[in-house]
């Protein structure tokens, strides 16, 4: 969707957003497109990139604040699609940070021996929860996912350091309230000020918010890393503002070509902005192995995060057309086993229908079970 769409939508020009923004398009899903099924294509990717089969997964973390779902987690939907039985799942919510939230808890894992293998997915579908009429916010965001895995390894590389921190005192000026929200807060406040499932923002309060941590952050992550600001090769930041980029540059006062900026193309894509700009960066050729890369997040909640990172090349540990048949046979079996569960769901259904004397069979039930009429039996 360029900014000559959006001028059909609300009250805007392309002029006034490439201005304050840096915005000239943004990717919107379709309807048949999901959180989970844009991170299913991006998990796919990472599998191939890594070489290594859905069965090696220990663990996947999806970070999105727009799943399509309360419970189940779209990254046990993702889990289940890909097939990777070995793997714990779960979602991460920390806005446009939760990619670096999700970077650090991975590696920590690893650190830890828990796991060999994590796959971190970052996967929004902003357009589903933006108000097209506040051009405040429709003109910014826009869909996609990215992945990458990480994998243990005994060489010191990789994840070298994670910085996380958080201010709920700032949690009002950026928000997408859900209907739990109606037993906390004054249900006035709530349909005036702000639409459920919608996203609200106090941008003025983002941009001084974001233009002050950035750097901050940076910087001791930096330190815990033991890495001077002159050995970084590339700073990764959440997609959200040219304008933010620039500051952030000047206030580190460095070379704003050393920050990895794709926005233009995608917009604001909250967690998934991160992995989409390494994936360019890579493509691009300007991530090169022993590199010092820092990724920077900041988003509502307040939450803020960097990780800094060593970039290596993975090493092979099978052939890979090998690797590549085990993968799509093992997507093939996902498909026929969710196939022939609701083939059997519907034939139960059948046959219960079918069933002779079924009254007859429910009163005997009754007479049987002392829990049908709706008390709890002592373990439920």
Same mark, same amino acid.
């Given at each position: 969707? =360029?900014?000559?769409?959006? #001028? ?9 957003? &490439? ?6 398009k943004r ?6 497109e999901?959180?989970a =099924?844009?991170?299913?294509?991006? !998990?796919?990717?990472?599998? @191939? ?8 997964? %220990?663990?996947?973390?999806c ?37 670096v ?23 929004? =579908? ?10 405040? =916010?429709?003109?910014?965001?826009g ?9 243990a390894? #005994? ?22 309230? @859900?209907?739990a929200?109606?037993?906390?807060? @004054? ?9 459920l /499932? ?17 750097? #901050? ?17 590339m700073?990764? *930041?959440?997609?959200? +503002?040219? &304008?933010i ?11 704003? +070509? ?7 193309? /995608?917009? +604001? ?5 991160? *992995?989409?700009?390494?994936?360019? !960066? ?29 970039w ?8 890979? &057309? ?8 093992? /997507? ?5 086993r969710?196939?022939? &569960? ?13 069933? *002779? ?13 002392? /829990?049908?009429?709706?008390? %709890?039996? *002592?373990?439920?």
């Amino acid at each position: 969707m =360029t900014n000559e769409e959006l #001028e059909a939508l609300v009250s805007t020009n392309d002029a006034w957003i &490439r201005a304050r923004t840096g915005i000239e398009k943004r990717r919107i899903a379709n309807e048949q497109e999901s959180t989970a =099924t844009l991170g299913l294509k991006a !998990a796919q990717n990472a599998l @191939n990139v890594a070489n290594i089969v859905p069965r090696q997964l %220990d663990l996947i973390i999806c970070c999105t604040s727009t799943a399509e779902n309360v419970f189940p987690a779209s990254a046990s939907l993702i889990q289940g699609w890909l097939g990777a039985t070995a793997a714990g799942a779960f979602d991460l919510s920390a806005a446009c940070s939760g990619f670096v939230y999700g970077v650090q808890m991975g590696a920590q894992a690893i650190a830890a021996g828990d796991a060999d293998h994590v796959l971190v997915i970052g996967s929004e =579908t902003m357009s589903r929860v933006l108000d097209w009429q506040d051009r405040g =916010t429709c003109i910014l965001f826009g869909d996609g996912a990215g992945a990458i895995v990480l994998r243990a390894s #005994e060489q010191r590389g990789g994840v070298l350091s994670g910085v996380l921190r958080s201010d709920g005192t700032g949690g009002d000026m950026l928000g997408i309230p @859900n209907i739990a929200s109606i037993g906390v807060s @004054n249900p006035a406040i709530l349909t005036q000020e702000h639409k459920l /499932y919608k996203m609200h923002m106090k941008g003025s309060e983002v941009f001084k918010f974001a233009t002050r941590v950035i750097g #901050e952050c940076i910087q001791e992550s930096l330190a815990k890393a033991s890495v001077s600001l002159q050995d970084v090769s590339m700073i990764i *930041p959440h997609q959200a +503002n040219l &304008r933010i980029i620039k500051a952030a540059a000047r206030s580190l006062r460095v070379d704003e +070509n050393r920050f990895m900026c794709n926005l233009t193309e /995608y917009g +604001n894509t909250s967690a998934a902005s991160i *992995p989409l700009a390494l994936c360019d !960066a890579v493509e691009q050729g300007r991530i090169h192995s022993g590199d010092h890369v820092v990724l920077v997040g900041f988003g509502g909640g307040l939450s803020w995060g960097a990780v800094t990172l060593k970039w290596g090349s993975h090493t092979e540990r099978a052939p890979i &057309r090998l690797t590549k048949q085990r993968r799509e046979l093992s /997507y093939l079996m996902v498909r026929w086993r969710m196939r022939s &569960r609701k083939l059997m769901s519907r034939l139960r259904s059948l046959v219960q229908r079918s069933r *002779p004397h079924r009254g007859r069979v429910d009163r005997l039930r009754r007479r049987m079970d002392p /829990y049908q009429d709706g008390d %709890d039996p *002592p373990f439920a």
